[in-house]
């Protein structure tokens, strides 16, 4: 007799992250803040802005030049490749000038 040596693969977890947004980002999305759930395919800042541009007008006219808006990832400025492993809060800001 022979034991089952099966195991079950790991449910996939669902990353769900606060999204902030300030100025003017805030007011083309409509909203200072929110909860998603990340999909699987969105792994970088940059796919995470991508996806965001797809979901309405609002977002699209937010992110309409890629470049140009600013994230951080809990808390630390980050650049759009930035992997979002370990995220819980990503913000997004126009570009600030000194004084």
Do not use: C
Not at 17 to 24: D, I, N, P, Q, S
Not at 72 to 90: C, F, M, W, Y
């Amino acid at each position: 007799m022979t034991q089952s040596s099966a195991t079950k693969a790991p449910a996939a977890q669902a990353r769900t992250v606060r999204l902030v947004y300030f100025a003017w980002v805030r007011e083309r999305v409509g909203q200072a803040e929110e909860q998603v759930v990340l999909p699987d395919d969105v792994a970088t800042v940059l796919d995470l802005v991508r996806w965001l541009k797809a979901r309405d007008e609002g977002y699209a006219a937010a992110f309409a030049d890629e470049t140009l808006v600013r994230a951080a990832v809990n808390q630390t400025h980050v650049k759009p490749g930035a992997s979002l492993d370990g995220a819980r809060e990503i913000a997004f800001f126009p570009p600030m000038t000194g004084g």
